[in-house]
């Protein structure tokens, strides 16, 4: 079955303490991005990837990290949470000739 | 130049009713229109997707009106059903040399179909 694969779906977790989303997508997409969804403001996009080793800022960047090693994956590196991360974050990879958007389950974090 | 504007925000509507959802677009180089739907703890999901050379797109109770010249795009859900209770993101992106380009979103509009 194709798909987006996120971990973890909910986290909990305190004002500085590092974390990592994990994302995995078995459709051999070039295209992988994160998004975080928040209400009133619809999904923002993170950070994109074009390929293996090309990651650029999307809209909201500041205070995230990615890394794109291999094809099939995409982190998503908090360094040092803030409050103002708290949402829920979504991976996508995208098919190449529809355009097509494949979203994971998402990932809801909170950060006190 | 960049935002999709969508409205209503949130939309009841009772069963077998048509809904409507609005968005207006400001980039004239967009050609890719897709609307997504997102259940409750699910991710968003492709629904329907249009390109601006047509003005409508049929899929079953849902269809997409294109209107290029003023730059809106609308999705409608005939007889809605309960089970079409979720929020509806527009969206639009345009396709260049090397690819799609970002796909930007508008807010989203949460639909709620009453029994």
């Known amino acids: 079955e194709a798909q987006v694969t996120q971990n973890p779906r909910y986290l909990i977790t305190v004002t500085g303490k590092k974390l990592t989303v994990t994302c995995s997508q078995n459709m051999n997409h070039e295209y992988m991005s994160w998004y975080r969804q928040d209400p009133g403001l619809g999904l923002r996009q993170i950070y994109y990837s074009m390929n293996v080793e090309v990651t650029d800022k999307g809209d909201v960047p500041e205070g995230y990290k990615v890394s794109r090693k291999e094809k099939r994956n995409f982190p998503l590196i908090l360094e040092s949470p803030s409050p103002n991360q708290t949402s829920l974050y979504f991976c996508t990879s995208r098919h190449p000739n529809t355009g097509e958007l494949f979203f994971g389950e998402g990932s809801r974090l909170t950060v006190l | 130049q960049q935002q999709v504007k969508q409205s209503p925000q949130s939309l009841i509507v009772q069963k077998g009713g048509i809904s409507i959802i609005n968005c207006a677009y400001e980039?004239?180089?967009?050609?890719?229109f897709p609307w997504y739907q997102q259940f409750p703890g699910k991710g968003p999901a492709l629904l329907i997707a249009i390109r601006p050379d047509v003005s409508e797109k049929k899929e079953g109770r849902f269809t997409i009106s294109f209107n290029k010249s003023a730059k809106q795009f609308s999705l409608h859900i005939m007889d809605s059903q309960p089970g079409d209770s979720a929020t509806y993101f527009c969206?639009?992106?345009?396709?260049?040399?090397?690819?799609?380009?970002?796909?930007?979103f508008g807010t989203g509009t949460r639909l709620l179909v009453s029994p």
């Open positions: 980039n004239t180089a967009f050609d890719y």
């Open positions: 969206a639009a992106s345009k396709r260049g040399g090397t690819g799609f380009q970002k796909l930007v």
